[in-house]
């Protein structure tokens, strides 16, 4: 139901936008969404995640993603979409980025446990070049 994509190759230094959308027949309502990424040989590791309402924001503690990375959500539509925006890549964020749902019945809530999270996309590779 879920689906990231905006991944691509890009330079050190450069930024992208990757969008996680729930399918036609599906919905993100009452979801918060997160963002994971696993490069290769490592764990899956959280990036940030966004509350169903899209006010309520958690983002991981590692010094390698502080400060940017932003998570967002299409507010002025159906909140179908959310974004992780990425800027100043580095080439270890070489990773790929996968987004995934947990039940949010407060609005509130955000999540960075993988186990919180019970639907899962497929994943978008991002290669950053040094």
């Known amino acids: 139901q879920l689906q990231a994509s905006g991944g691509g190759l890009v330079q050190s230094g450069a930024s992208l936008r990757l969008s996680c959308a729930a399918s036609?027949?599906?919905?993100?309502?009452?979801?918060?969404l997160g963002w994971f990424r696993q490069a290769p040989g490592k764990e899956r590791e959280f990036v940030a995640s966004?509350?169903?309402?899209?006010?309520?924001?958690?983002?991981?503690?590692s010094d390698a993603m502080k400060g940017r990375f932003t998570i967002s959500k299409d507010v002025a539509r159906a909140k179908n979409t959310v974004y992780l925006q990425m800027n100043s890549l580095k080439p270890e964020d070489t990773a790929v980025y996968f987004c995934?749902?947990?039940?949010?019945?407060?609005?509130?809530?955000?999540?960075?446990?993988?186990?919180?999270?019970?639907?899962w996309g497929q994943g978008t590779l991002v290669t950053v070049s040094s």
């Open positions: 995934a749902a947990a039940r949010d019945y407060s609005g509130s809530s955000t999540y960075s446990r993988l186990q919180d999270y019970n639907d």
């Open positions: 966004i509350s169903w309402s899209g006010r309520f924001t958690v983002y991981s503690d």
């Open positions: 036609r027949r599906a919905s993100i309502n009452r979801y918060a």
